[in-house]
């Protein structure tokens, strides 16, 4: 039997396509992502303000860096650096050029390597992109792993050894033994878990510091969390149609942090949904642990 609590709405950021939920421990400050509104923004609970960056082009997913002036750039077409306090984006690298397709969800495994993903950009879509690891050396790799139209939920257990990662318009969740030396090899992919009700495909996800995984459920209302095995044990009730991504955050890191999204929802549905796109939060029984940090730095 699951647990269900409810979450409330924490800033109405009226993003477009509100994503990439995450929580800088050195810092105390939470960022996420406007992707359609081409925005990075960054809130500080202390003082309960926000502030925005204007991006080249749309911003997708991002990791923070072991180096605190920058942070890692997942943008449409292409990997970047960018410097916090020069606002200066640097190229590190190209995605999928040649392909109708960008980045889409990344987080860092826990040796200090960024993992992400792409989507077709087109209608229907359809299972062109890829998963992809941009290594410490700023090498980039393709990922042996089935091509996804849209790439979603990457996380990775406590001990850096499995990978979890979806293919949201299947509606289930998968996971594979990852390899925690430099080589990082991938063996074992198999189905996690399979969203079970109605209405929902799996989004972003975080990983807790008990191995549980936090799925957000794009079209549920809701952040599902299930077990290590698997299994639903806990659910959050989030009052917007499109919940996003996940993350956690605060001193003790028990405090969810959920992102949304208004796209895809015409005036009606705006009129009965009017914090869509916000950041909500929930307090849990839960922890989660610090984000892992990129390790490669500009050269």
Known sequence: MSRNSDATLL????????EGATWCAR?????????????????????????????????????????????LLGLASQLAFFNLETG???????VEPGLNTRTNDGRCDR???????????????????GFYRLNRDLSLERLPLPAPAIANSIGFSPDGATMVYCDSPTREIRVC??????????????????????RGEPDGSTVDADGGV???????RRVVRYGPDGVETERVQVPTAQ?????FGG????????????VDLDAAALADDPHAGGVFVAATARRGLAEALFEGTPR
Request: charged share 25%.
């Open 251 to 262: 001193p003790e890191l028990d405090t969810l942090y959920v992102t949304s999204a208004r």
């Open 27 to 71: 810092t105390g400050r939470f960022y996420w992502v406007d992707i359609e509104g081409k925005r990075l923004w960054r809130y500080d609970p202390r003082v309960q303000q926000s502030h925005a960056w204007e991006m080249p082009e749309r911003l997708a997913t991002f990791a923070l860096c072991a180096d605190p002036t920058y942070l």
């Open 11 to 18: 800033i109405d950021a009226q993003c477009a396509l509100g």
């Open 243 to 247: 919940p996003s991504c996940v993350a």
């Open 111 to 129: 040796q200090g390597r960024f993992v992400f993903g792409t989507k077709d950009e087109g209608a229907p879509v359809r299972p062109i992109g």
């Open 214 to 220: 936090w799925n957000a459920q794009w079209g549920g």
């Open 88 to 94: 200066d984006v640097r190229r590190i690298v190209d």
């Open 177 to 198: 033994d990852y390899g925690v030396d430099d080589a990082g090899r991938i063996a074992n992919d198999r189905v996690f878990t399979r969203l079970t009700d109605a």
